[in-house]
Structures are given as structure tokens and as C-alpha cells.
């Protein structure tokens, strides 16, 4: 019958009243959005049950690092440099994995599986700005998850070292710790942008960051006998190296003598990454896996 | 300012071996309400779903405003209201705080949202929720809130997809009205649809789409004239079952009648050979005097009911 592909009605129907409303509105710039969007998305981490988690969390660790170092007494807590390594530099990369997976791997994939993406896609905004505007909201509630752990083990350091035992060590130990953060962040954010679930998405950026790069490490530096430069584990050692005063947590390779009084014990040497290697190999993580979090977004299917 | 526009240039999608789209060729031009209207699984909100680069098409292009929305979505989307699905709100946000959201990414000032957004929300019927978490609230309410986010920045080209679904009757009847209400503007409203009568009670014109086909786009009378050749039918009612023979020796020899045909036991459908209010008032009286316990008289569902049903079920 009337089967008319390239149907054009001529007839231009329906009762025209007024006009439209001129609601005045220039879409903003990308930059623009991309501010804009962080900020709603960061007020909704704020009030949301994963905000409430991720701070009982921390706070859950903060106690008992507390209890622990208040009970036992271990020798480091007369020394700032020994106290910061031992506790920030062990505690923290925990820190950053658990806000990378609470924030991060849900970010993209809870869009999908919670319907919300709808709600934004249908807006004139580019997919690139909600990834980006997405991370930077994952990035600063991670990030308040991370200075309130320094501020309780700082706390906890102006009890046992005196108010102004503040090693400078401990700066640049945080900065250190914020890029390892922009890394594991952005390949949450890449495996987030692979699944349509958040569940798989947190398993697996779970299983990689506390597990799975820890034994590829071990694999690739005991079996395979090279350095693991590409390894994030290898690279985050640096955070808590650069407090460390342990000749084997140091930064770089160098040889250390260990074990035994004046005459015995033995040399051996360790390889971690030098405080530059481990910056950019944690950099290069960001970069790469930001970029291609962002790729795959970019060619994501709402259906 | 020139006339708001959507076009589909042989827009396909497939997902695997189903061909949702197959060649979708479309332009609507102005300001009017066009129906989408199809079956469940016909393609539509596929079609809409690329019309607002939620998903990719196979082949094809879509454009709003002449703005290709698979080169520049955000340009394309600038002038457009979207509702697709049933969206979820974050749930932490109020219906103010989500418009709010929209409003800022599309760029109204603050000015134009503290005055639209209470206006927006009233419309909706959601004016005492405005400021309760959007969490809680029932899927009906949740498709208002979206409904309200489409309208707030007074787009000038609407892309409602199922606009009703999940509404309670009175909830359809309500955003039909609203939908009715928008037609006053310059706008163009694309809605998609699997129920006739609500496209047929809302948009001026209908784009029919079968099993991923377009079957045609034209105007609701049009379509009316054409396919039915003005002739109309009355489906009466009886309190008692009729046999054929008394519709045989009674009701069909009143004059005006072409044909009859039963529908059940208690009802018949009478195809009329005029079609004229007259001829039907008369009808109405002489069928109610036969005695035979005629006690509902309703004019039976449009041509456009019957294109559908037959266009549909012809399949391609
Ligand atoms: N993501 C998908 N994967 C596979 N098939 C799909 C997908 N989305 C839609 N389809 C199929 O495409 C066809 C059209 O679906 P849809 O556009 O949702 O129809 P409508 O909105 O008209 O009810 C259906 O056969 C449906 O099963
Ligand atoms: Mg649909």
C-alpha cells in the first residue's frame, strides 16, 4: 500500500499559539561542563552510602593502627621517619586501592547498570566530559579519604614524636601517594568502562590492585629474573621508600647488609624503582589507562 | 529562526542477526507532534536511542536541526529535550537538585532556573516533591521528574520515547495533556508509541514503523481518508445474546448498513455504507427500536486502527 520511505508530510498541523518561552541559554564550553558536572557528581559522592563506607573505613584502620602502636609501643614511634614509613607508607597504597575501587569502578559501569547514564546522555554534552567530570568527582572524594588517614596517623604522630616532628619526607610521601591514587583511579575507571555491572568491575580492579600485581611481580622478578618496571607494584614502592630509613625500603638499587652481629650476616641487593622511575611508571599508568577508559567509553552503547 | 527539524538518512542498527532498523528514511520538518507508533520490538526506541547517540548505528546517519547527532552530539542535542526509557536519577539528588544539574549543563542562568524549574515541576504534578530525595520515589513519579527534565530548558525539538510508560491511567491522561499543551510552541515533538490511541489523541501526524520498517509518515487524517475511503463502523452492544438470524432478517436490512460482522455474543460491529452523522443518529434510534436488547451504541475505532492492525499484522 502506502509505503512511502522517504515520507515528507507537507501539512504542518497543530494549534500555534505563542511562541516559545525564550529561555536564554548558551551551552556552556567543555571545560565548562566538565566543572560543572564534577561538582553535582561530587555532592552526590558526599551523600552517598559509599562515602559513609569509605570514611568508616579509614577511620576503622586509623583506630586500630592507634590501638596497636599505643599498645605494643614498637620502637619506630622515637622515630618520625621510621614511624611515617612504617605506618603511611604501609597503610596508605591499601588507602588509595580501596578509594579506586569504591569510587572508581563503580563510576562508569553504575551508570549503566542503575539506568542513571540515560539521564545524562540524553543532555548535550560529550561523552569524554561525563568520563572526565566523573573522575575528577571519584578523584576528590578518594583524595578525602586519603588526608583523613594522614590527619589520623599525624594525629597520632604529634602525640608519640612531639607537635613539630613533621618529616618533609611525609610531603613528598603524599604527593607520591596522590599520583599512585590518579593511577589506580584511571584504571579503575578503564575497567569500569568495560563492564556493564559495577559488581565485576570492583572484583576485578579489587583482585588486580591488592593481589594481582603483587604475584605478577613476584613472577615476573623471581621466575623470570627482569625487573618489573611495568608492574604498579613495583612502582608504588617508592611511596613509602622516600620515608623509610631500612636500607632495603629505599629507593633505586643498591646493596644492603642484613642479618647477623659484626661478624656474620650478608649483602644483598635490592631493586626497588628510584623515586623517578617509580613517578613515571605511575604516570604512564594514568595516562594510558585514562586514555583508553576513555576510548572505550567513547564507543559505549547505551542499550 | 528556522523550523525545527529531525531526519533519518538510512539509519539502520543491528544487534547480532536482528535487524532492529532496516533503512530508516525520515525528515519532519516544523512545528507539529508526530506519533512513532509501532509494536513492541519494532525499532523505535532503537531509532530513538540513535537519534540521541546512546547507540551507534549500523549504517546511516541521524540528524536534528540539519546537526549530524553522530558527528557532534552535543550541538545536535543543544536544541533538545530527550526522554528515553526510563532513566534513573541519582538518588541522593532532590527533583530541584537533578533540574539543577540539567539546567547548569545546558547553561541556563540561575535566574532562568529558580523561575523555570518550580514552573517545570508544577507541571509535572510534582511541585510538593521538589525538594524530597528522588530515591524513594515510584517509577510513575521518577517519569515525571524526566518528563520535567526534557521540558525545562523549552527545547525546541522533543524526543519522547513511550513518554506514559509506567504511568497509572491518570498519570497517562495527565502527560498527554502536558504533550497536548507543548504543541503551542514553535516545537517539534517526536514521540514514539505502541499504544494507537494515544498517538492518534495526541499527534497531528504518524510515522508507522513495523519490524525495524518504516511503513509511512503522513498526517492522521490523511492516513484516515485514505485507508478507511470515509467509511465508518459502529460496534453495538447487546444485553442478551443474537443469533445470526435475527441480525440477519433485522438489523441488516436497516438502511445504510453495508455489512455486519460479529464480534462475540454480545456484540456486533456494523460497516456503514454512508457515514454520515445523520445517517448514524438515525441508525441509532432504529436499531435501539428493533427491540432486540441494543443497549450500547460506540462508533468502532478509527481507520488509522485499522491501517494498524493490518499493516502490522501483514508484517513486510
Ligand atoms: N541491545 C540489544 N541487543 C539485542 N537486540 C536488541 C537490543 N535492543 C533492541 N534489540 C532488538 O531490536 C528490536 C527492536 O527493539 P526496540 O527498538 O526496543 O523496539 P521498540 O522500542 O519498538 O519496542 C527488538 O527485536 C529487540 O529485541
Ligand atoms: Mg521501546
Given at each position: 500500500m502506502v509505503a512511502n520511505p522517504v515520507a515528507s508530510s507537507s501539512v504542518a498541523a497543530g494549534p500555534q499559539g505563542g511562541g516559545r518561552t525564550a529561555i536564554a541559554a548558551t551551552l556552556p564550553g567543555t571545560l565548562d561542563q566538565i566543572v560543572r558536572l564534577t561538582r553535582f557528581q561530587f555532592r552526590d559522592y558526599l551523600r552517598s552510602r559509599r562515602f559513609i563506607l569509605m570514611f568508616a573505613i579509614v577511620g576503622v584502620i586509623g583506630l586500630i593502627l592507634t590501638s596497636v602502636v599505643g599498645y605494643f609501643r614498637p620502637a619506630f614511634i622515637s622515630d618520625p621517619l621510621a614511624f611515617y614509613g612504617s605506618l603511611w607508607g604501609g597503610g596508605v597504597p591499601f588507602v588509595v586501592v580501596l578509594a579506586a575501587v569504591i569510587y572508581g569502578a563503580d563510576a562508569i559501569a553504575g551508570e549503566f547498570q542503575n539506568k542513571t547514564g540515560y539521564f545524562l546522555m540524553g543532555l548535550p554534552i560529550r561523552r569524554i566530559t561525563v568520563y572526565t567530570g566523573k573522575f575528577i568527582a571519584a578523584f576528590l572524594a578518594s583524595l578525602a579519604a586519603v588526608a583523613l588517614f594522614a590527619a589520623i596517623l599525624v594525629a597520632n604522630g604529634a602525640y608519640y614524636l612531639g607537635g613539630n616532628a613533621l618529616p618533609w619526607q611525609l610531603g613528598e610521601s603524599f604527593i607520591l601517594a596522590v599520583v599512585y591514587l590518579l593511577a589506580v583511579l584511571a584504571a579503575a575507571m578503564m575497567f569500569s568502562s568495560m563492564f556493564k555491572t559495577s559488581s565485576y568491575a570492583t572484583l576485578l580492579v579489587a583482585l588486580l590492585f591488592l593481589i594481582g600485581f603483587s604475584l605478577l611481580q613476584a613472577v615476573v622478578s623471581g621466575l623470570a629474573n627482569i625487573t618489573p618496571w611495568f608492574v604498579i607494584t613495583y612502582a608504588n614502592t617508592i611511596i613509602g621508600g622516600v620515608l623509610s630509613n631500612s636500607c632495603e625500603n629505599q629507593p633505586g638499587m643498591h646493596t644492603c647488609k642484613v642479618g647477623g652481629g659484626p661478624g656474620g650476616g650478608f649483602s644483598i641487593t635490592v631493586n626497588n624503582a628510584t623515586i623517578p622511575e617509580g613517578a613515571a611508571i605511575m604516570i604512564a599508568y594514568f595516562l594510558l589507562t585514562a586514555v583508553a577508559g576513555i576510548f572505550l567509553f567513547e564507543r559505549e552503547e547505551f542499550s | 529562526?528556522?523550523?525545527?527539524?529531525?531526519?533519518?538518512?538510512?539509519?539502520?542498527?543491528?544487534?547480532?542477526?536482528?535487524?532492529?532498523?532496516?533503512?530508516?528514511?525520515?525528515?519532519?520538518?516544523?512545528?507539529?507532534?508526530?506519533?512513532?507508533?509501532?509494536?513492541?520490538?519494532?525499532?523505535?526506541?532503537?531509532?530513538?536511542?540513535?537519534?540521541?547517540?546512546?547507540?551507534?548505528?549500523?549504517?546511516?546517519?541521524?540528524?536534528?536541526?540539519?546537526?549530524?547527532?553522530?558527528?557532534?552530539?552535543?550541538?545536535?542535542?543543544?536544541?533538545?529535550?530527550?526522554?528515553?526509557?526510563?532513566?534513573?536519577?541519582?538518588?541522593?539528588?532532590?527533583?530541584?537538585?537533578?533540574?539543577?544539574?540539567?539546567?547548569?549543563?545546558?547553561?541556563?542562568?540561575?535566574?532562568?532556573?529558580?523561575?523555570?524549574?518550580?514552573?517545570?515541576?508544577?507541571?509535572?504534578?510534582?511541585?510538593?516533591?521538589?525538594?524530597?530525595?528522588?530515591?524513594?520515589?515510584?517509577?510513575?513519579?521518577?517519569?515525571?521528574?524526566?518528563?520535567?527534565?526534557?521540558?525545562?530548558?523549552?527545547?525546541?525539538?522533543?524526543?519522547?520515547?513511550?513518554?506514559?510508560?509506567?504511568?497509572?491511567?491518570?498519570?497517562?491522561?495527565?502527560?498527554?495533556?502536558?504533550?497536548?499543551?507543548?504543541?503551542?510552541?514553535?516545537?517539534?515533538?517526536?514521540?514514539?508509541?505502541?499504544?494507537?490511541?494515544?498517538?492518534?489523541?495526541?499527534?497531528?501526524?504518524?510515522?508507522?514503523?513495523?519490524?525495524?520498517?518504516?511503513?509511512?509518515?503522513?498526517?492522521?487524517?490523511?492516513?484516515?481518508?485514505?485507508?478507511?475511503?470515509?467509511?465508518?463502523?459502529?460496534?453495538?452492544?447487546?444485553?442478551?445474546?443474537?443469533?445470526?438470524?435475527?441480525?440477519?432478517?433485522?438489523?441488516?436490512?436497516?438502511?445504510?448498513?453495508?455489512?455486519?460482522?460479529?464480534?462475540?455474543?454480545?456484540?456486533?460491529?456494523?460497516?456503514?455504507?454512508?457515514g454520515t452523522d445523520g445517517s448514524i443518529e438515525r441508525l441509532f434510534s432504529e436499531v435501539a427500536g428493533l427491540g432486540v436488547g441494543a443497549v450500547r451504541f460506540q462508533e468502532s475505532a478509527s481507520a488509522l486502527e485499522e491501517v494498524y492492525m493490518t499493516q502490522v499484522e501483514r508484517g513486510d
Open positions: - | 529562526m528556522t523550523s525545527p527539524s529531525i531526519r533519518a538518512e538510512g539509519l539502520t542498527k543491528r544487534f547480532g542477526p536482528t535487524l532492529a532498523l532496516d533503512r530508516l528514511d525520515l525528515k519532519i520538518e516544523g512545528s507539529k507532534c508526530v506519533g512513532f507508533l509501532g509494536p513492541n520490538g519494532a525499532g523505535k526506541t532503537t531509532a530513538l536511542k540513535m537519534f540521541t547517540d546512546m547507540i551507534f548505528p549500523t549504517a546511516g546517519e541521524a540528524f536534528l536541526n540539519e546537526v549530524s547527532v553522530q558527528k557532534d552530539r552535543k550541538r545536535a542535542l543543544a536544541a533538545c529535550g530527550v526522554l528515553i526509557e526510563t532513566p534513573e536519577i541519582y538518588p541522593s539528588l532532590t527533583p530541584t537538585e537533578a533540574l539543577q544539574m540539567v539546567g547548569k549543563l545546558r547553561g541556563l542562568s540561575d535566574a532562568a532556573l529558580a523561575d523555570r524549574i518550580p514552573g517545570v515541576l508544577a507541571e509535572v504534578k510534582m511541585g510538593e516533591w521538589a525538594n524530597k530525595k528522588v530515591g524513594k520515589f515510584s517509577k510513575g513519579m521518577k517519569q515525571r521528574i524526566n518528563i520535567a527534565a526534557a521540558l525545562l530548558p523549552d527545547p525546541e525539538i522533543l524526543l519522547l520515547d513511550e513518554p506514559t510508560t509506567g504511568l497509572d491511567p491518570r498519570g497517562m491522561a495527565e502527560v498527554r495533556d502536558i504533550i497536548r499543551g507543548l504543541k503551542r510552541g514553535q516545537r517539534l515533538i517526536f514521540m514514539s508509541s505502541h499504544l494507537l490511541a494515544e498517538v492518534s489523541d495526541v499527534c497531528d501526524e504518524v510515522a508507522l514503523l513495523n519490524r525495524g520498517k518504516l511503513l509511512f509518515y503522513d498526517t492522521i487524517s490523511n492516513v484516515s481518508t485514505q485507508f478507511a475511503r470515509g467509511q465508518r463502523a459502529i460496534d453495538v452492544g447487546f444485553s442478551r445474546p443474537i443469533d445470526d438470524a435475527t441480525l440477519g432478517t433485522k438489523l441488516a436490512q436497516l438502511t445504510g448498513i453495508a455489512s455486519w460482522e460479529r464480534m462475540d455474543p454480545l456484540r456486533v460491529r456494523l460497516k456503514l455504507s454512508g
